[in-house]
């Protein structure tokens, strides 16, 4: 039977590692992406050629409430089931605590933990039994976050989320885990200047950046191994241990 997931996010960073990593064992990509529509239509048709399953993008920005609709219309006008959904897209704000303002702050936990909650709630039915959710989270929402703080508390409410999920998604069959990752090369570490970076390489015991690549291979066996439940898999590079 063909299996399908949705990411969320899934045309670059992580989102996209997680992407390749499940289409090349077989999976069908439903890819959701804010705003840059020209990289998803690249990355969709470079997918294709190079996996052999079927690939989508779909624009579905994670701030707005019309976007769970619309992914929801998306998803049941094709009659497509989803054995697996990666709730990975995930907004940051840098503003200090002294200029932070509240519909900043709204915005922020809108998409990092009601977005996931109400889209789960509106497709959970679209869900094959035996399937598996997997959310982002971040090393930030367990050690407190020095730049944005809101980052932090909304990366610690989805490793929460997570944990309550479980029982709400047991009637479903589904299973329901996040993965903390520590800093991951992405475009968006990318655009830090190299002191910082620098930085964070001196704070992980293996001295670098984790590749996407070997991130998403935690995803697929969150997924694929059918006894995780619950958990918050941090994948730091031993953060914590220098
Ligand atoms: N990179 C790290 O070190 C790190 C560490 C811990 C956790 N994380 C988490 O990992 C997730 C992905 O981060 P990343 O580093 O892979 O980011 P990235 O390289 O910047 O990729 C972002 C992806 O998310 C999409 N996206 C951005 N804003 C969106 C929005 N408002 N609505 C829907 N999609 C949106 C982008 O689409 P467009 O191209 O159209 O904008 C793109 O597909 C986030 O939840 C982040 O918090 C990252």
Redesign the pocket.
């Known amino acids: 039977m063909e299996k399908y997931v949705l990411i969320?996010?899934?045309?670059?960073?992580?989102?996209k590692a997680v992407a390749l990593c499940l289409g090349k064992v077989g999976y069908n990509l439903i890819l959701?992406?804010?705003?840059?529509t020209d990289?998803?239509n690249r990355v969709v048709s470079e997918m294709r050629l190079q996996l052999g399953v079927k690939v989508e993008a779909l624009q579905?920005?994670?701030?707005t409430k019309e976007s769970i609709e619309k992914i929801y219309q998306y998803l049941s006008s094709q009659s497509l089931r989803l054995d697996a959904v990666v709730f990975?897209?995930?907004?940051?704000c840098r503003d200090s605590f002294e200029t932070l303002n509240l519909s900043e702050w709204e915005r922020i936990f809108f998409?990092n933990v009601h977005f996931p909650v109400f889209l789960m709630q509106r497709i959970v039915s679209l869900m094959n039994k035996g399937g598996s959710v997997v959310f982002?989270g971040?090393?930030?929402g367990i050690q407190p976050h020095s730049v944005s703080l809101v980052y932090g508390v909304t990366k610690g409410a989805i490793h929460a989320l997570v944990k309550n999920m479980v029982k709400f998604l047991v009637p479903y069959e589904l299973r329901v885990n996040a993965v903390a990752?520590?800093?991951?090369d992405?475009?968006?570490?990318k655009t830090k200047p190299i002191e910082i970076r620098k930085n964070i390489e001196n704070k992980v015991s293996l001295g670098r950046f984790c590749e996407p690549s070997e991130l998403a291979e935690v995803y697929r066996m969150l997924i694929e191994n059918s006894y995780f439940n619950g958990e918050v898999v941090v994948v730091d590079g031993g953060y914590s241990y220098k």
Do not use: H
């Not at 969320?8 to 989102?15: A, L």
């Not at 990975?88 to 940051?92: H, V």
């Not at 990752?181 to 991951?184: L, R, Y």
């Open positions: 969320t996010g899934g045309t670059k960073g992580i989102g959701t992406y804010a705003s840059s990289v998803a579905a920005d994670i701030s990975n897209a995930g907004l940051t998409a982002t971040s090393l930030m990752p520590g800093f991951v992405t475009e968006w570490q």
